[in-house]
């Protein structure tokens, strides 16, 4: 499993206006990345909205326009399955590379809670349910929290 060596993040989400935007592809793992991440939220003492998208692909635009709208910052969970074309690339790259676009383009922070997976197994490992040996929704969700604070911190140098 990719968790060995993850950082413990103490967050604090009070005060924050948190989205997570989840693709509804794979809808047994994308629930359970969905939930964690609002435990994880709602834990933080965080106010949470959420949006459904269509799949990963939208992730990005509706980001994009949830920052801009004015949340501190988005969790984006989606669930993208390898298949036997080019399509699995294709959909990850423009995901990553739009969520990663959306983030320096509004200074916001992305939470990227987006699972690029070889097969069904690897997201139910990951998405936090009963007997899940990870819960990638939380920890995206405490990532966004860290980073808000993370920015803060940064812009203050300035003041």
Do not use: C, N
């Not at 269509?54 to 501190?72: I, M, Q, R, T």
């Not at 197994?121 to 860290?146: H, N, V």
């Amino acid at each position: 499993m990719s968790g060995a060596g993850a950082p413990t993040l103490t967050t604090d989400g009070t005060g924050l206006t948190i989205a997570i935007i989840a693709g509804q592809w794979h809808a047994e793992i994308s629930d359970g990345l969905r939930a964690g991440a609002r435990r994880a939220l709602e834990a933080a003492g965080a106010t949470v909205v959420e949006y459904a998208v269509p799949g990963s692909f939208e992730l990005p635009v509706v980001s994009k326009a949830v920052l801009e709208a004015g949340a501190d910052a988005v969790v984006a969970l989606g669930v993208i399955i390898r298949g036997g074309t080019p399509h699995f690339e294709y959909v990850s790259a423009a995901a990553t590379d739009g969520l990663t676009r959306v983030a320096l383009d509004t200074g916001k922070p992305v939470g990227f809670g987006v699972l690029t997976l070889d097969d069904e197994q690897q997201g139910l490992d990951r998405a936090g349910l009963p007997g899940s040996k990870e819960d990638k929704g939380a920890e995206a969700a405490d990532a966004a929290i860290a980073a808000v604070h993370a920015l803060r911190a940064a812009r203050r140098l300035g003041a």
